[in-house]
């Protein structure tokens, strides 16, 4: 706690705090957490440390989250709404 107080202090720099977050993520990696689930395969992700968004790859491998990237998942996350739905739909018409 001592360290980070005197860190606060000695810099009134916030861009500088950025950086060195920034820093701690590319020596020990991000630490993402799911922010929403796409389907049984896709998921996006948020950094916890400096908010960097990611998704992951057909091999599950975590990519930066860009623009285009987002489209994708909202279409592949309203395509998977739509199968469970009928999916739901028709398995009930089945069972009566
Ligand atoms: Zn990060």
Known sequence: ????????MNTDNTTFGLEKKHYRCTLL??????????NLHFSEYECKICKTQATNDSRGN???LTTE???????LFYLN????????FYFHKKER
């Open 81 to 88: 709404l739509k199968k469970q739905f009928l999916s739901r």
């Open 1 to 8: 706690m001592q360290d980070i107080k005197s860190y606060a």
């Open 62 to 64: 975590k990519i930066v």
């Open 69 to 75: 990237l987002k489209e994708i998942n909202e279409t």
């Open 29 to 38: 990696g991000h630490r993402y957490v799911e922010t929403k689930k796409i």
